[in-house]
């Protein structure tokens, strides 16, 4: 199983300049989710488990926000394949699942009735449900919203920044679970108390995390 300290994922998020807010702290917050989220998953394989760790841990070092995602995808690849020492088809599968995550890119592939429509991985499909619902979960934290604004528009005053972060929130983070995006039954049993922490942190400005 990776870890978090390993050189890889340190000099990836230094070279694209991933801030924290999706940077180490984030993907470890992630996994520990997706662990959470695998204890409800009773016929999940040690392979699909390893997977989804694995998902969660590296896919913010091909996002699109910070990287060209082609060149994020083959240096990941490269890694998982020379020195993890992954089958190729493994690796490839793993990067189909990290780039298709991404609420930013499926919001745009909603049906006629506005209802998302998620890609079919076949046996990796429960991975998959495990990080794309892990990561969406670590998007309740309020200070990761408030430091990426301050990454991307470092000249804003502090009220811009909490401003826009109670946008966000409320047009998007607070109906995750009305519009379809969540929806394993482990991660709906999360979302009360997040989203309580969540309106607790924009309403005093609060950068726990």
């Known amino acids: ?50 997977m989804a760790m694995m998902a969660s841990a590296l896919h913010d070092l091909c996002d699109h ?25 493994i690796a490839d599968s793993l990067i189909s699942i990290i780039t298709t995550m991404s609420y930013s890119k499926l919001k745009k592939q909603v049906d006629s009735s506005g209802n998302p429509v998620f890609p079919d991985h076949g046996k990796w499909q429960v991975s998959y449900e495990i990080a794309r619902h892990a990561d969406l979960l670590e998007s309740y934290v309020v200070a990761r919203c408030v430091i ?24 998007r983070v607070f109906s995750y679970v009305k519009n379809g995006w969540i929806t394993l039954p482990g991660a709906l049993a999360l979302v009360p108390s997040l989203e309580a922490e969540a309106r607790r942190c924009l309403d005093e400005r609060c950068m726990d995390w």
């Open 65 to 89: 926000k910070y990287v060209d995602e082609e060149v994020g995808a083959s240096l990941i690849r490269d890694w998982l394949v020379d020195v993890v020492r992954w089958r190729r088809d």
């Open 148 to 171: 990426y604004n301050k990454h991307i528009h470092p000249d804003l005053e502090e009220d811009a920044h909490w401003k826009r972060a109670r946008e966000l929130f409320e047009e």
């Open 1 to 50: 199983m990776i870890r978090l300290t390993d050189p890889f994922v340190r000099a990836t998020c230094e070279k694209f300049n991933i801030d924290e807010s999706h940077g180490q702290k984030h993907s470890a917050r992630v996994m520990q989710i997706a662990d959470d989220l695998m204890n409800s998953i009773p016929d999940i394989t040690e392979e699909q488990r390893h």
